[in-house]
């Protein structure tokens, strides 16, 4: 009996002899729950296309893992914290860190920056020569990374085999912040990089070396830089807070751009909740189609019943044929969106120009926002029948 129902509802969305003006608006239901749905998969891809483009643009000078002193702004690992990583499992990297502020200098223009210095393994544990827009991203003792709006503030020229800068920091034991009080240390920047604007105007990357001939530090470090397999990245920071937490604190790369990564996820909340609002709304066409199907059949119901199915078994045509207008509305509309962002993928149909920062408008489909979709159409869709159920239960009880 249940295969009967879903063939009867089945005639009643799709006839072969001739349409009805009931077909067209179910089809009309249908084809608006299909268009709310690709929209909804188009938005939602959009938001995560955004998301990512900022994690790649805000995570990338990031490291999986940062380890830092919890008092001061220096220390000095032991061989047990340097055992301890270097064997842990699924590390692939660890690199030391100093980074201090310093005053750069070209000429008469000058620059307050936050010099970072790091060993051998930069490139292993920082995601910055694919940001390189100028020179050459190999790293060594002698290579400097310059952010683009320090570069530009310089007015540097990476051609000009003459133009180099210079580096000022104080002296630690210095009396007076005169110029005998400051350390100083000329570089010729080797590449330019950009990420954004508050990153490209506030750090230069030289090596550990020259860094601590800058800050005149001989063994500390301010931080620890580690590169870790994701899937291990939380196990790692549990095990390392539970035997160092009370020395040092760490975090991942996520931890550094929380205010902004939970922006994100907010506005794409509160987008699902309003385009769900609108999908509600789409979904009570439904209700008056099914209702309006119901008036319109009265003589099959009746002949249903003259042959002996009873109500429920009726009810069950009406409750499927609801199924069927949002079922399928939401597979076209997830088909029509998935299709959508596709190929915005591959050929990039809406566009910045060649010369935006971003050339394309990304997006990313991820299955867990075309189940949620589909859970969400479904159960709007369970919902909303119970209306045309009960105007079928009133209707047909009161002529029993």
């Known amino acids: 009996m249940k295969q009967l129902s879903v063939f009867i509802a089945r005639r009643y969305l799709i006839s072969k002899k001739k349409t009805h003006a009931i077909n067209i608006i179910s ?78 200098q070209k000429d008469s223009r000058q620059l307050l920056v936050n010099v970072k210095g790091v060993d051998q393994h930069l490139t292993k544990v920082v995601n ?52 005998q009080g400051l350390n100083e240390l000329y570089i010729k920047p080797k590449a330019i990089f950009s990420l954004n604007d508050d990153f490209d105007y506030t750090y230069v990357f030289v090596s550990l070396n020259k860094a601590r001939e800058l800050f005149d530090i001989t063994s500390s470090i301010t931080a620890v830089y580690v590169a870790i397999d994701a899937e291990q990245s939380k196990r790692f920071q549990t095990e390392f807070k539970a035997q160092w937490g009370t020395y040092f604190n760490v975090t991942d790369r996520n931890s550094a751009n929380e205010t902004l990564f939970k922006t994100l996820e907010s506005e794409k909340l509160m987008t699902v909740i309003i385009l769900g609002f609108i999908m509600a709304i789409s979904v ?10 119901i008036m319109e059949k009265k003589k099959d119901i009746l002949t249903y019943l003259a042959m002996g199915m009873d109500l429920s078994r009726i009810r069950k045509i009406f409750m499927w044929e609801g199924i069927l207008i949002t079922g399928t509305g939401s597979i076209i ?58 105007f079928f239960t009133k209707q047909f009880n009161s002529k029993k």
């Open 284 to 293: 009570f066409n439904t209700i008056g189609a099914i209702t309006m199907l």
């Open 333 to 390: 509309g997830l088909t029509l969106g998935i299709v959508f962002c596709a190929l915005q993928q591959h050929f990039h149909w809406i566009s910045f120009g060649n010369d935006a920062v971003i050339p394309y408008y990304p997006v990313e489909v991820k299955w867990q926002d075309l189940v949620m979709l589909f859970v969400l159409i479904m159960g709007l869709s369970a919902i909303s029948g119970l209306y045309p159920i009960r």
């Open 128 to 179: 910055i020569t694919h940001h390189i827009i100028e020179g050459y991203s190999n790293w060594d003792s002698n290579a400097v990374f310059i952010g683009n709006g320090i570069a530009n503030a310089l007015q540097l020229d990476l051609k000009n085999d003459f133009s180099s800068l210079r580096l000022l920091s104080p002296k630690l034991q210095a009396a007076l912040p005169s110029e």
């Open 27 to 104: 089809w009309l239901a249908l084809g608006s729950i299909a268009v709310i749905t690709a929209a909804l998969v188009i938005i939602l891809s959009a938001l995560n296309g955004l998301t990512g483009l900022v994690s790649n643009i805000y995570n990338a000078p990031e490291p999986d893992i940062r380890i830092s002193p919890k008092t001061g702004k220096y220390f000095i690992p032991d061989a047990a914290f340097w055992n301890y990583l270097n064997t842990y499992p699924r590390v692939r990297a660890v690199s030391k860190v100093l980074e201090d502020k310093a005053l750069i």
